[in-house]
């Protein structure tokens, strides 16, 4: 699966965000058509995004657009407006069923089968951000061999149960780590939740090291002063992969010599351990470094 370190929305009907987005090397550009986008600016959103596919070089980045919700009354407009100028895949936000995700997928097909494209050529991610999406996480997760990731959206998801949000986030801990979890048991990435305040880098990198922390391997992104720390934190450093390869290197060795467990630096290493080690390996790859 493609490297989403950062993934960076910005209101579709902004085509001057858009081109920046396309100059910034970010891994995803997640074009909006949703609550970035007022309500009298949905049809210019959808106009101004299929000109941007049609028109720009989004170079490596990724050309995502974030549809709204399935139910909401606009969602056939977003795709029947954007799914001509095929996109590398949509968003779909406040999600809260198996079957909304089986509906865009449908979509999907009948356009690639319409325009003659490959099977399965546009990716689907969902937003998980309400109660009812996190008690429903193992049938979204599994509901379609389309979707890649789940993003994890605090802001909503605490509107919706009626959080108070706080710097701590112990509020959304538990939603948080589920994501992640039901991600990891079904194979997705996980993309972790925004961080508001765009202008505390600090902020920033201590909220994205503690997703990473939590096994989420990207995070989404409102500035483009957010692309490099983000990106930065999410790509194993140099003295990781080192240490990775030792682990996995010394690991197999033991292995070869009958031994499961040992010791590397004074530290004991058996099978979890070699198992982080690889995860540390996949996202460099991913990223590009090894
Ligand atoms: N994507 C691409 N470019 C962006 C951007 C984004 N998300 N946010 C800001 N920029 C651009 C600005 O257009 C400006 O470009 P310029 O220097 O060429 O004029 C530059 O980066 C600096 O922007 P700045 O003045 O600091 O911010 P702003 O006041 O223009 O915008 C926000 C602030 C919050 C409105 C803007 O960052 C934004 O729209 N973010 C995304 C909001 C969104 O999509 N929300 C829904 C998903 S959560
Ligand atoms: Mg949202």
């Known amino acids: 699966m493609r490297a989403r370190r950062a993934l960076l929305y910005m209101p579709g009907d902004d085509l001057h965000k858009v081109e920046k987005a396309t100059t910034l090397g970010v891994d995803t550009i997640c074009m909006d058509i949703e609550d970035g986008v007022a309500l009298n600016r949905k049809a210019e959103a959808r106009a101004t995004i299929a000109h941007a596919l049609q028109t720009l070089n989004f170079g490596r980045s990724e050309r995502l657009v974030r549809i709204n919700p399935v139910g909401s009354g606009l969602e056939e407009d977003d795709l029947q407006a954007i799914l001509p100028h095929h996109p590398d895949g949509f968003v779909i936000p406040k999600v809260r069923s198996a079957g909304q995700v089986h509906w865009v997928s449908e979509q999907l097909a009948q356009a690639e089968w319409a325009h003659g494209w490959p099977e399965r050529d546009m990716v689907l991610i969902a937003l998980i951000e309400n109660a009812r999406a996190i008690v429903n996480l193992a049938e979204i997760a599994g509901s379609d061999p389309r979707l890649q990731a789940l993003i994890f959206g605090a802001e909503d998801l605490a509107g919706d149960i009626g959080a108070i949000r ?38 920033l990198c201590v909220e994205s090291l503690q997703g990473a922390q939590l096994g989420y391997s990207g995070k989404q992104i409102i500035h483009p002063n957010q692309v490099v720390p983000v990106q930065e934190t999410f790509t194993p450093s140099d003295e990781a992969i080192a240490q990775a390869r030792r682990v996995v290197e010394a690991a ?20 979890p351990v070699v198992k982080t080690a690889e995860w540390v390996l996949e996202r460099a790859r991913a990223a590009g470094k090894v």
Do not use: K, N, P, W
């Not at 948080?176 to 902020?203: H, K, N, P």
């Not at 060795?253 to 058996?270: C, E, K, N, R, S």
């Open 166 to 203: 706080t710097r701590e986030g112990r509020e959304i801990h538990y939603a948080r780590s589920a994501v992640v979890t039901y991600a990891a048991a079904f194979g997705l990435q996980a993309i972790d939740m925004v961080f508001m305040d765009i202008r505390d880098t600090e902020g």
């Open 252 to 271: 197999a060795q033991h292995q070869a010599a009958g031994q499961g467990a040992f010791t590397l630096d004074g530290m004991m290493v058996d099978a």
